[in-house]
Nanobody
Framework: QEQLVKSGGGSVQPGGSLRLSCVVA????????IGWFRQAAGKEREAVAL????????WEKSSVTGRFTTSQDEPTNTVYLNMNSLHAGDTGMYYC???????????????WGQGPQVPVSS
């Protein structure tokens, strides 16, 4: 079953940290890469981090490099997005998505998990 179950999220103060989790129900050929996307109000959805199945290949958006990391725990089929030093510009709805390609384009990802809001405010 191609399904992503996401958890985590919630309100956080500037400078704080948060971890999002995405459980992959079953790895399939359509789910070779997991992307973390966020969408701020009135803006387009953008990729912030990518990871290949197995965790061997990762990418982070330049604006989050050094603050966000993505990793995978293979025994639990869980992909994580660790977010540190959060600021107001990181506020948005965060999604995990699975696709065949290592891409920053949302349209290249066919399977999407639900998106919790992550508001960063003091």
């Amino acid at each position: 079953q191609e399904q992503l179950v996401k958890s985590g999220g919630g309100s956080v103060q500037p400078g704080g940290s948060l971890r999002l989790s995405c459980v992959v129900a079953e790895w399939t050929p359509r789910m070779l890469y997991i992307g973390w996307f966020r969408q701020a109000a009135g803006k387009e959805r953008e990729a912030v981090a990518l990871i290949s199945s197995g965790g061997g290949h990762t990418w982070e958006k330049s604006s989050v490099t050094g603050r966000f990391t993505t990793s995978q725990d293979e025994p639990t089929n869980t992909v994580y997005l660790n977010m540190n030093s959060l600021h107001a510009g990181d506020t948005g709805m965060y999604y995990c998505a699975a696709g065949r390609r290592f891409s920053v384009t949302a349209g290249d990802f066919a399977i999407w998990g639900q998106g919790p809001q992550v508001p960063v405010s003091s």
